[in-house]
């Protein structure tokens, strides 16, 4: 796929890129300042050392051979000099040149630099500039050791070169980098667009390629392919309860309107009226129920919860919900047997929570026949805890077991018992919301509901 340059030059890649190379460039300038001024001082000073000890050497054979042994180590110093172009000049009291190849001059002691006066064969020649070294004799002769400091102006022009060479270089490659980045993060963002318009479009199993390389991008489109499992999640259930109260509630309604019309047609008393009448509001209460608990059902899929989440003794919950059921249980002629370890803690809402062992207990006492045995437990595990409710009724078959926490759906056996197939959803939720798992298991006989973290 191919980009216009101007719309790659906008990324913000490109942008970023170019940033950083702009703060290379001027860290290395930054660089180049303290090399080059640390690189000359060193080289002044090197050379500066090397010319005081040549004046001072020849100072000494001064001191022990005169002027005239002098002008003879000056003279073999200079036909046999070994370390590159050095200078010298030895001038008399009377400013007489005795030896040297450098012109007369004042004497000054110490560092100088200077350009020689030329001669007459050098008049059209360009000077070196020196860096010498003055001494003043005993005797009041004059010694200059001088070198070419035009190599301390070649080293200066070399770091200078180096430098520019690699800072154009690296601005050369951070543009050319940034152009390639900039590429490849659009072809992602476009990746990420194409894939959004998909799902704008009604695809909603469109996701976004995921790379593998773990990147920023990466998690972030992995971040967007959960939040569009979520969504489709959502949708899927949407639908499903649509369709399912579209089905489900079909009947309730038919019943409440068929009941009206005969209440309308056959009752001709008062009294048949108020009884077409209790058995129309007590329809429309279980409706009213069923909206209830898909409107309580929602409301927790949605999270809206957590506002109210605390650290709260479990153990006691399932205790307290134990010793709520014992008078039902007791009617029922169940038997509920309580198993409960202490100081089990949990981050949650109270309320929901019991509601959520509350609908177990109750889907048991409900779909088992009297003398059957219940049985509310919970225990501590490696990873965190175990609540279960039991009971050896006739339990789930295993291919429906996942079934019955979806909306409204039912056994063909409990079709002809009071319910709305809302209990195991609402239960279902709930355990969601806490990030707890919930799974259905044989119990040998029996069914058993077991809520782990």
């Known amino acids: 796929m ?55 050497q020849l100072a000494q054979v001064h001191r022990s051979s005169g002027l005239a042994g002098l002008a003879e180590q000056i003279t073999r110093r200079m036909n046999f000099r070994t370390r590159g172009p050095i200078f010298y000049l030895l001038q008399a009291p009377n400013r007489r040149v005795v030896v040297g190849n450098l012109p007369g001059m004042p004497p000054v002691d110490g560092v100088v630099d200077f350009v020689p006066e030329p001669n007459a064969a050098e008049v059209e020649s360009e000077q070196p500039k020196l860096t010498g070294f003055g001494l003043t004799l005993s005797d009041g002769s004059f010694l200059l ?36 980045i900039g590429g490849q993060f659009l072809r992602r963002i476009d990746t990420i667009t194409r894939t959004s318009r998909a799902i704008m479009e ?19 489109v ?40 005969d209440a309308r047609e056959r009752a001709t008393t008062t009294g048949e009226y108020a009884t077409a009448t209790d058995d129309a509001i007590a329809e429309a209460d279980s409706l009213l129920e069923i909206f209830s608990a898909l409107l309580r059902i929602a409301q927790i899929e949605a999270g809206a919860q957590k506002s109210a989440f605390a650290e709260l003794d479990f153990s006691a919950v399932m205790r307290s919900v134990g010793e709520a059921y014992a008078p039902a249980v007791e009617d029922s002629q169940h038997r509920l047997d309580i198993a409960v370890e202490d100081g089990v803690m949990l981050t949650g809402d109270r309320q929901l929570l019991a509601q959520m062992i509350s609908n177990l207990v109750e889907n048991a006492l409900h779909h088992t026949p009297p003398g059957s045995a219940v049985r509310l437990s919970l225990r501590r595990t490696a990873k965190g805890f175990e609540a279960e409710v039991a009971d050896n009724g006739p339990g789930v078959p295993e291919a429906e077991r996942d079934k019955v926490l979806d909306r409204f759906y039912r056994l063909d056996r409990s079709r002809s018992t009071a319910g709305s197939g809302l209990g195991l959803a609402l239960v279902k939720a709930i355990a969601t919301l806490h990030g707890l798992s919930l799974r259905l298991e044989d119990g040998k006989p029996g069914l058993r509901v077991v809520i782990a973290r």
């Open 2 to 56: 191919s980009f216009a340059p101007t719309r790659i030059l906008r990324s913000a890649s490109f942008r970023l890129t170019l940033i950083y190379a702009v703060l290379f460039v001027f860290s290395a300038g930054a660089l180049f300042a303290t090399v080059y001024w640390t690189a000359t001082a060193a080289m002044q000073n090197d050379m500066a050392a090397v010319l005081r000890t040549e004046a001072l």
């Open 145 to 180: 050791v001088a070198q070419d400091a035009n190599r301390l102006s070649d080293m200066q022009r070399a770091i200078v070169r180096a430098f520019s060479w690699a800072g154009g270089l690296t601005l050369f490659l951070a543009i050319a980098g940034g152009v390639l």
């Open 202 to 220: 009604g695809d909603l199993a469109a996701r976004v390629p995921v790379r593998g390389t773990n990147d920023e991008i990466d998690q972030l």
């Open 222 to 261: 992995t971040s967007l392919n959960a939040m569009l499992d979520r969504i489709q999640t959502l949708m899927t259930g949407l639908r499903q309860v649509s369709n399912d109260i579209a089905h489900d509630l079909r009947t309730p309604l038919g019943r409440l309107r068929q009941r009206l019309e």
